[in-house]
């Protein structure tokens, strides 16, 4: 009998890294969520799939959830950065890899 798998189990099995060029186009379709590298991506977008809005806005509040800027973008992103992503309908989530290359500012 195989385990049913919860919502976060389910998500993690849907990331992936990807670079940067091509999540542009969610970008500029203004549903790119960008999380900071210090929380973790699979929990925030459990909240979302499982419309924990008090808990997203918590993190909203803190500035740990946006929506992609241009200048966030020009600051964190070159055609070969590449950030770790999961698709929550409508929004596509994606945090920076550790292993992305730095901007220089």
Known sequence: MKEKLNTKQKLNLETATIPWK??????????????????????????????????????????????????WIKQHCCDNTILWAVVVAPYVMAQLSK????IKA
């Open 22 to 71: 091509d999540l542009q186009i969610c970008f500029a379709q203004g549903k790119l969520l960008i999380v900071e590298q210090s929380v973790d991506l699979l929990e925030t977008a459990t909240h979302i799939a499982e419309n924990s809005t008090e808990k997203l806005e918590y993190l909203i509040d803190l500035n740990k959830v946006a929506f992609a800027t241009p200048k």
């Open 99 to 102: 292993e992305s290359p730095k």
